[in-house]
């Protein structure tokens, strides 16, 4: 698995989670929350989503941006790290939002609040990864880097995510049940086994209430 495999696994979770988020926000901004369990689920789902949005972005900008740019001339880096920054505004709407949920505002309040937060979001990312899987395709990071150099990159990019995310409880689940299952077993061989033992085992607890939001 390449890196530009690893890159695409990613914008899968985070499109799908994207799609989820937004519409059963606005259901629940429609018809309230059935029960405590449920709005806790879809709060910590919602908050691992915009964490792991932002974590991968600066990840991104911190390690793999730069580490392509000499390889690849004819990207338009430019372009991307504009993207970026304009998915700043609407990752910090989010996160306000989320804030005041924390805080115990009123589920209609935040919720009116992180929908359109996500739409902008939801915007933006889709033009983002755009260019990205125009550009970062396996075919053109192979003729540029070899495997090893590829690996590295992942590497230190996971590395990277892992100490942004969010908790690793709820993130890790987070992360793979938001991939369907031939993509999620390829996955899973990033972590390292006793954390996959983890998810299914004492963690499960903790990201259960996030099931319903989540694929099996």
Not at 37 to 53: H, M, N, P, Q, S
Not at 54 to 71: C, K, N
Not at 197 to 207: A, F, N, R, S
Request: proline share 7%; with cysteine.
């Amino acid at each position: 698995m390449g890196l530009a495999t690893d890159l695409l696994a990613i914008h899968c979770v985070v499109t799908r989670a994207l799609s989820v988020a937004h519409d059963e926000g606005k259901r629940f901004a429609d018809a309230g929350f059935p029960d405590a369990r449920t709005e806790t689920g879809f709060r910590d789902f919602a908050r691992c989503l915009v964490k792991l949005v932002r974590a991968h972005h600066d990840g991104e900008e911190t390690i793999v941006f730069p580490r392509l740019r000499p390889h690849l001339p004819s990207v338009p880096f430019t372009q991307l790290e504009a993207q970026h920054a304009e998915l700043v505004g609407a990752l910090g709407a989010a996160e306000k939002a989320l804030d005041a949920a924390d805080g115990g505002a009123p589920a209609g309040t935040w919720l009116n609040a992180l929908v359109p937060a996500l739409e902008r979001l939801q915007a933006g990312w889709v033009a983002h990864i755009a260019v990205e899987e125009t550009h970062f395709t396996q075919a053109a990071l192979d003729a540029v880097l070899d495997v090893p150099a590829q690996a590295e990159i992942s590497r230190a990019a996971a590395e990277d995510g892992q100490k942004r995310g969010h908790v690793p409880e709820l993130n890790v689940a987070f992360i793979l049940y938001n991939l369907a299952p031939a993509q999620r077993a390829v996955l899973v061989g990033k972590f390292p086994p006793p954390v996959v033992g983890l998810v299914d085992g004492p963690w499960k607890q903790q990201w259960a209430p996030m099931k319903p939001f989540l694929l099996d």
